[in-house]
């Protein structure tokens, strides 16, 4: 096939302070494709998910790096891009036909977890609370951005009424523990009946994340561990390495679906537990994702509650039924509207 290709530049605004260890956000700068099929001018949309300070090719050039793939198409391009992996095997998925699952015909929805935010614990007592009253039985909590005796304050009140068996409880500490403290602070965090944790330390400390995994009485999860393009080999040498107990998985992130798609059998043959979830992409890459993860054998919930986070979002066939996502049967797939496309 023989595309004539675009892209655009767009920037989607939070509805709310988006709090992390690392940043506070109020606006998500992404991008999108446009692939026209020659000669049938057949067009398909797929979202170029950079996650600035994040994704491995955040880099000055890279918007020159759209512009070479413009002009010079899939054969000129090498795919080490993440983000540009994922829109491409986005827009192939969309051109290609796909056989219905339960989820595209409306039968059955995608189990996910609830976020929750980082912010003072006032804020955070609302937001869990919220969650619980929308049907929630699994949420994620962002911690490491608010005081560490603050955080333990609120899973305490969390557990003081729901059980382990009401509600589990994932934890993402977004890197911001050292291999000093992270031990301690797990053992503080354990009385809680914590499923998980994701990512205790900062991403590259292998051999401290290995001990982290061994000693740990909470189960670690890996998640910017697996940011940037890796070949099967380096991929299988990462989860050998370090040994977590779960991989959670961003396509636009590690590399695309393929990529994806190979974290998860490298995994299932070493008895690692995965999940996958969004990387504050749009409807158009969240839809992308569930999509894909409709064909999935899913054995817990995923984490695709990002489809409210903007007040500039697209219109899409994505509904959030309390803790399930979705898809509207006969609702068109989404298409980023009123920007300015380029070569």
Not at 315 to 327: I, K, Q, R, W
Request: glycine letters at 8%.
């Amino acid at each position: 096939m023989t595309f004539d290709f675009e892209w655009a530049p767009y920037v989607l605004k939070f509805n709310f302070e988006a709090r992390t260890s690392r940043a506070v956000m109020h606006t998500k700068r992404t991008y999108f494709l446009r692939l026209t099929l020659v000669p049938t001018g057949e067009t398909v949309y797929a979202e170029v998910p950079l996650f600035e300070g994040l994704s491995a090719e955040d880099t000055p050039d890279f918007e020159q790096c759209l512009s070479m793939l413009c002009r010079k198409g899939i054969e000129g391009y090498d795919g080490s891009l993440s983000s540009v992996n994922f829109a491409l095997e986005s827009a192939m998925a969309a051109l290609a036909p796909q056989p219905s699952s339960p989820w595209s015909r409306g039968e059955q929805g995608i189990a996910i977890n609830g976020l929750v935010w980082m912010g003072d614990k006032e804020t955070m007592t609302r937001r869990v609370a919220e969650k619980i009253e929308a049907g929630f039985k699994v949420l994620k909590l962002k911690i490491g951005g608010i005081n560490f005796d603050d955080e333990v304050a609120i899973l305490r009140s969390i557990r003081s009424t729901f059980g382990p068996s009401d509600l589990e409880i994932r934890l993402d500490a977004n890197g911001s523990f050292t291999p000093e403290n992270a031990i301690k602070r797990i053992e503080e965090l354990s009385k809680f009946n914590i499923h998980s944790l994701e990512q205790p330390i900062r991403s590259g400390q292998w051999q401290a994340m290995e001990h982290i995994c061994r000693q740990s009485s909470i189960a670690i999860a890996l998640d910017e561990e697996l940011i940037g393009w890796r070949t099967p080999a380096e991929s299988a040498s990462l989860l050998d390495a370090i040994g977590p107990q779960f991989v959670i998985l961003k396509p636009a992130l590690c590399g695309g679906f393929e990529a994806a798609d190979t974290y998860i059998a490298l995994a299932s043959e070493r008895n690692i537990g995965w999940w996958a979830t969004s990387a504050l992409e749009s409807n158009v890459g969240l839809y992308a994702i569930a999509r894909w993860l409709s064909f999935k054998h899913i054995t817990m919930p995923q984490g695709l509650g990002t489809g409210q986070l903007y007040t500039n979002n697209f219109f899409s066939p994505l509904e959030l039924c309390g803790p399930e996502l979705f898809c509207r049967p006969n609702t068109p797939a989404p298409v980023p509207e009123g920007l300015e496309w380029r070569k």
